[in-house]
């Protein structure tokens, strides 16, 4: 019988969440024995399959890319997570908002720059003029917060949802997973 498939996806974060996921260390040996990790950054797999059991996502939608690729995910995977305060809420990418995309661009590549002074025009993602936590864009089927969530609590997750229980998010909250 073949195993559950799991991918871990990169949004606008700062990539915390995923080495949480790598704190699991030898727990993601014994994992791995309960699922096949089919698309992450973590791994050569770079096409998301037609079907993926759970995805775990880091980050937060900020950009064209990551709207496109966020409902694509959804599209594809049945039960999706969103892994961590950038996914969950925003967070520090979420820190733009105030601001406009026109004047955010003036600030970075204008008026900070003394060499050079021009906005990108090319092989950039366009920002969008607000940057949204997942659940704004597509359903989410279960939120974890933190920052980043702990290595205890993505195991935790992982081995409820693999034995096909519903994790209880807000006892890991309360106990500090
Ligand atoms: Fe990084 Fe924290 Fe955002 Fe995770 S939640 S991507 S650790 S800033």
Request: charged share 20%; net charge negative.
């Amino acid at each position: 019988m073949s195993k559950p498939t799991v991918a871990t996806i990169w949004l606008d974060g700062c990539s915390g969440c995923h080495m949480s996921f790598l704190d699991l260390d030898e727990r993601l040996i014994e994992l791995s024995a309960h699922f096949d990790l089919v698309y992450s950054p973590l791994v050569d797999l770079k096409v998301l399959p037609s079907h993926v059991d759970i995805a775990l996502v880091e980050g937060s939608v900020s950009n064209e890319d990551d709207e496109h690729k966020i409902k694509l995910v959804r599209s594809r995977v049945q039960t999706l997570i969103s892994l961590g305060d950038c996914a969950v809420t925003g967070n520090v990418p979420a820190m733009r908002n105030p601001f406009s995309v026109d004047s955010l661009f003036d600030r970075a590549y204008l008026e900070n720059a003394t060499l050079q002074q021009q906005r990108p025009t090319t092989r950039v993602p366009a920002l969008l003029a607000r940057v949204r936590p997942i659940h704004e864009v597509v359903p989410v089927d279960i939120c974890v917060p933190g920052c980043p969530p702990s290595a205890d609590t993505i195991y935790t997750i992982l081995t409820e949802l693999l034995a096909g229980r519903v994790p209880d998010i807000a006892a890991l909250s309360r106990f500090g997973a």
